[in-house]
T-cell receptor, first 111, second 117 residues
Framework: LAKTTQPISMDSYEGQEVNITCSHNNIATNDYITWYQQFPSQGPRFIIQGYKTKVTNEVASLFIPADRKSSTLSLPRVSLSDTAVYYCLVGAEGNDYKLSFGAGTTVTVRA | NAGVTQTPKFRILKIGQSMTLQCTQDMNHNYMYWYRQDPGMGLKLIYYSVGAGITDKGEVPNGYNVSRSTTEDFPLRLELAAPSQTSVYFC????????????????FGPGTRLTVL
């Protein structure tokens, strides 16, 4: 399994853009990068997944450079309700992977 | 769809007691998982199942047992509760099909908060 490294915590203010970078130096050729969000006292929730370049949905954007050794989750104009833990995961279904959730990045949004 | 449901929400056990954590999904997913999450930590996979009748160990299986007699249900059994099993337990399910790229999206239940005293 590709190991991921992400910051332990980040602070932001309402209306700002939050960018969380995840390092995955030993990502395999067919691995995808997936981000989950976990609110306090809830289970994680899928946010976004990508393989290369940029992926955008209604919640976030995911930027993946050409070498794929890192990725950045971008949360535009955050609100207080975006305070959560964000997990970066790497894997591919064909490899019989098992998702590995590290400690994640705790994002705290302040008024 | 109710998604993934877990019961109970909270439970306090004494050392040595046993209990079963229930998990049910109504999305016809073939894969189901059990994770535990200790305070301030990420999730660790306990057991998973790729379909009815098939289960396999995850990262931290010791002290737990599972069964999968139906597609919908995936109970987790603690036989001799120990303080080290105090944690929040999450059940999840997903659909994996042939030819899919990327990783399946896992849908999580609300969790069971277990305390062993």
């Amino acid at each position: 399994l590709a190991k991921t490294t992400q910051p332990i915590s980040m602070d932001s203010y309402e209306g700002q853009e939050v960018n969380i970078t995840c390092s995955h130096n030993n990502i395999a050729t067919n691995d995808y990068i997936t981000w989950y969000q976990q609110f306090p006292s809830q289970g994680p929730r899928f946010i976004i997944q990508g393989y290369k370049t940029k992926v955008t949905n209604e919640v976030a954007s995911l930027f993946i450079p050409a070498d794929r050794k890192s990725s950045t989750l971008s949360l535009p104009r955050v609100s207080l309700s975006d305070t959560a833990v964000y997990y970066c995961l790497v894997g591919a279904e064909g490899n019989d992977y098992k998702l590995s959730f590290g400690a994640g990045t705790t994002v705290t949004v302040r008024a | 769809n109710a998604g993934v449901t877990q019961t109970p929400k909270f439970r306090i056990l004494k050392i040595g007691q046993s209990m079963t954590l229930q998990c049910t999904q109504d999305m016809n997913h073939n894969y189901m998982y059990w994770y535990r999450q200790d305070p301030g930590m990420g999730l660790k996979l306990i057991y998973y199942s790729v379909g009815a009748g098939i289960t396999d160990k995850g990262e931290v299986p010791n002290g737990y047992n599972v069964s999968r007699s139906t597609t919908e249900d995936f109970p987790l059994r603690l036989e001799l509760a120990a303080p080290s099993q105090t944690s929040v337990y999450f059940c999840a399910s997903s659909f994996r099909g042939q030819g899919n790229l990327g990783t399946d999206t896992q849908y999580f239940g609300p969790g069971t908060r277990l305390t062993v005293l």
